[in-house]
């Protein structure tokens, strides 16, 4: 497990000169030290599922190994208060390495959990900077705990540091634009209220509304600076890949276009998978693949960050259905939809939805 099998593919640009392009995968031992003595949907065995999947499928030698890394203060400070980050060393770093606990009713500490979360956000960082700096160059964090639901000052819904707002962050530092894409089934409410003032980071959200945490109204749209640079599309439960795809086509990759981002981070839940049960969503692999390969068409400096997804079979072939578009050397043409609802049409409930968001954003 967690061995480097390193390869890079060279793919013909318009230009007619071959450009190397490489796919970045980041994951390790220091990820399963954050566990819970006891039942609970975020454990190592998702991570596990993962790997073992990996390891036994045909793309070993298609991707780069790099080594998880801890965030730096520097990194954590553009995005989590002061205050919050020396709470959560007081509970479980170096001045209680062996602390146990609950930080709300949703999630829990261990002895290795802080760890686990310094690595998490520091290896989004590390390959965000890296795919933000190579001329098209691709990744996915494959990192627990997950990260969206936190805020600048508090812990949620299983994540303790935002690990994909502080990758933002750390991007938008070098003077580069950032659009965040999350398909979590839940509202990334923290990275939301982390950017909603920003405008230079625009956050795009596809989540079963209303569900937990009970934000992302398709009215939120930011404010100050950044108004208009959140957007929020609440499908209803049950919403399949007729109907992301539908969404991705008619606002996510317009407003993308517009907003003409340098890299595209990814809020990679898969708890939307029609066999997760925590939650009502009835996605498969291959919408999850269909989704990746429609934002390459947009920017080829692409990371996805793993978030949820809780049905170990289910997460661990979404994650390869979504690697096999990253690491093809054909690029996002090279993908070939299975046709698994083809003929089904996307709901006239989501197709009034997207139609009212097209008109409040202009798209």
Known sequence: MFTDKSSCFFVPVSSGKIQTMKTYLSSGEVFLGH?????????PERLQAIEAAIEGSDLLGKFRRIPPRPATTEELLRVHSAA????????MGDLQPKGQGWLDPDTYYGPGTYQAALHAAGTACDLALRIANSDGDNGFALVRPPGHHA???RAMGFCLLNNVAVAAAAVRATGRRVSIVDFDVHHG???EDIFA????VQVISLHQFPFYP????????????????????????????????????????PALRRFDPDVILVSAGF?????????????????????????????TRLLLVLEGGYQPSALSASVLAVLRVLTDPSGPSGYRPSGHDAGVAPSDAVRKLLAELQKLHGL
């Not at 919050?84 to 509970?91: E, I, K, M, S």
């Not at 003032?197 to 230079?200: F, T």
């Open 197 to 200: 003032r920003d405008g230079g």
């Open 151 to 153: 805020s600048a000052d």
């Open 271 to 299: 708890d939307g998978h029609a066999q997760d049960s925590l939650a009502g969503m009835s996605l498969l692999e291959d919408d999850y693949a269909a989704m990746v390969a429609s934002l390459l068409t947009v920017q």
């Open 35 to 43: 566990k819970l003595v006891g039942e609970h949907p975020e454990r």
């Open 189 to 191: 409410n923290g990275t």
């Open 214 to 253: 009970g934000s992302g109204a398709a009215t939120s749209i930011g404010e100050g600076n950044g108004r208009g640079a959140i957007l929020n599309i609440p499908l209803p439960e049950a919403s399949a890949g007729p109907e992301y795809k539908l969404a991705m086509r008619k606002v996510v990759i």
């Open 84 to 91: 919050y980050l020396a709470d959560l060393r007081q509970r």
